[in-house]
């Protein structure tokens, strides 16, 4: 039996008339998918332009920080922690009012490695004043020679203040020497009594004569 196209039944299809089937079925469905949007930089604004071209600056910009830092790190693994203590103290330049309480906080922790680093880290470290606060950290931590080389070299250079000879006198005295804390002792008594503006002067005389005298001076 033949069907209305003049086919009989069981027979296959002709295959040019199958292929438009196909071919008609691929149009409908390509016809049917979104089209894809692509940049056309030809006919786009110049805000646009610019805002793209901003935008791939910052990329560049930005792959060449990650690049610059593997390569440097790859030279210097320490490159980044130049600036720390081993004790996670971040070395920095500062004043001498806030040198002077970083430092007081540091010797309360403990952290006398720190405080030392610190201090020699400042553009001033070889002034008298920067140098005796060094001393400082070291007599909190019992570097005793430390700190005595760093004084005797401030009262050379810069001679005539009791405080220092006076922490002369302390640190030889911790190391047993009775004749060199005596010296110096009575020294820092005779700058003591001929300087001016001192609190509890007075207080002061007195223990140092009872220094004096406990060494038998």
Do not use: C
């Amino acid at each position: 039996m033949a069907d209305q196209g003049g086919h009989k039944q069981g027979e296959s299809e002709p295959i040019s008339r199958v292929t438009a089937t196909l071919d008609h079925t691929l149009v409908s469905s390509d016809a049917t998918k979104p089209k894809k949007r692509r940049l056309d930089f030809k006919h786009m604004s110049r805000k646009k332009k610019l805002i793209y071209g901003l935008v791939l600056l910052v990329a560049v910009a930005a792959i060449g920080a990650v690049i610059y830092s593997l390569v440097t790190d790859e030279k210097d693994p320490t490159i980044r922690d130049l600036s720390v203590t081993s004790e996670g103290v971040v070395l920095r330049q500062l004043d001498a009012k806030d040198l002077q309480t970083e430092v007081d906080k540091l010797i309360f922790q403990k952290k006398f490695t720190s405080a030392a680093e610190l201090i020699t880290y400042q553009h001033n470290a070889k002034d008298k004043e920067t140098q005796l606060l060094l001393a400082t950290v070291y007599m909190n931590q019992e570097k005793h020679q430390e700190a005595l080389t760093i004084l005797l070299a401030v009262d050379k250079s810069s001679g005539g203040d009791w405080t220092v000879t006076r922490n002369i006198a302390t640190e030889y005295d911790r190391q047993g020497d009775k004749s060199q804390a005596v010296t110096y002792y009575k020294k820092s008594l005779d700058q003591l009594k001929a300087a001016d503006n001192v609190p509890v002067k007075e207080d002061e005389i007195y223990f140092l004569n009872q220094d004096i005298k406990r060494l038998g001076g």
